[in-house]
T-cell receptor, first 119, second 112 residues
Framework: DTGVSQNPRHKITKRGQNVTFRCDPISEHNRLYWYRQTLGQGPEFLTYFQNEAQLEKSRLLSDRFSAERPKGSFSTLEIQRTEQGDSAMYLC?????????????????FGAGSRLTVL | AQRVTQPEKLLSVFKGAPVELKCNYSYSGSPELFWYVQYSRQRLQLLLRHISRESIKGFTADLNKGETSFHLKKPFAQEEDSAMYYCALREPYGGSQGNLIFGKGTKLSVKP
């Protein structure tokens, strides 16, 4: 296990097209998070899963965005009908969540990110 | 509402000088606070968290509830400390306990 893996690393698409990003978390981590980062900003929370359940969604996650984690392992983030404002770095992170007292619990480990450019 | 403020976009110091990266938060309870760092061409990684009360790479940070601050300090900066530093807050209880709220980051540049 080499950490959190994200694919593709860079995606260039035309406005109106759909894109999908994949995240493979650290295998023993039960929580998986998606963040978005634009230039000059810190990461902004989009959504997170505990196992296969999507527990929270930010209001940043419009109805064009959908995230899944069907078997509680990898996750996908799909953006439909992309707009130029969707151009950003999409970060995935995973953690051991809900385990108070466990070393490393609730510490997020980030992937390298998937950069989206919408032309 | 939760908010994390890092007032400085850029902090430039000379090697060997003390460093303090400021972080203030607004939260009515007892949050968990973290510092994450991103070195050039590397992914975001945890530097330290307040509940650990440890020093990592010479950096320390003390949670000051009265001033709602969690400033990051190092007595003698090194060139390899040059990076983006993000302060982050996690609500330990309640509905939003899963995610981190990040500040906008401070770019630290340590000159030789």
């Amino acid at each position: 296990d080499t950490g959190v893996s994200q694919n593709p690393r860079h995606k260039i698409t035309k406005r109106g097209q759909n894109v999908t990003f994949r995240c493979d978390p650290i295998s023993e981590h039960n929580r998986l998070y998606w963040y978005r980062q634009t230039l000059g900003q810190g990461p902004e929370f989009l959504t997170y899963f505990q196992n296969e359940a999507q527990l929270e969604k930010s209001r940043l996650l419009s109805d064009r965005f959908s995230a899944e984690r069907p078997k509680g392992s990898f996750s996908t983030l799909e953006i439909q009908r992309t707009e130029q404002g969707d151009s950003a770095m999409y970060l995935c992170a995973s953690s051991l969540g809900g385990l108070a007292g466990v070393t490393g619990a609730n510490v997020l480990t980030f992937g390298a990110g998937s950069r989206l450019t919408v032309l | 509402a939760q908010r994390v403020t890092q007032p400085e976009k850029l902090l430039s110091v000379f090697k060997g000088a003390p460093v303090e990266l400021k972080c203030n938060y607004s939260y009515s309870g007892s949050p968990e606070l973290f510092w994450y760092v991103q070195y050039s061409r590397q992914r975001l990684q945890l530097l330290l968290r307040h509940i650990s009360r440890e020093s990592i790479k010479g950096f320390t940070a003390d949670l000051n509830k009265g001033e709602t601050s969690f400033h990051l300090k190092k007595p003698f900066a090194q060139e390899e400390d040059s990076a983006m530093y993000y302060c982050a807050l996690r609500e330990p209880y309640g509905g939003s306990q899963g995610n981190l709220i990040f500040g906008k980051g401070t770019k630290l540049s340590v000159k030789p």
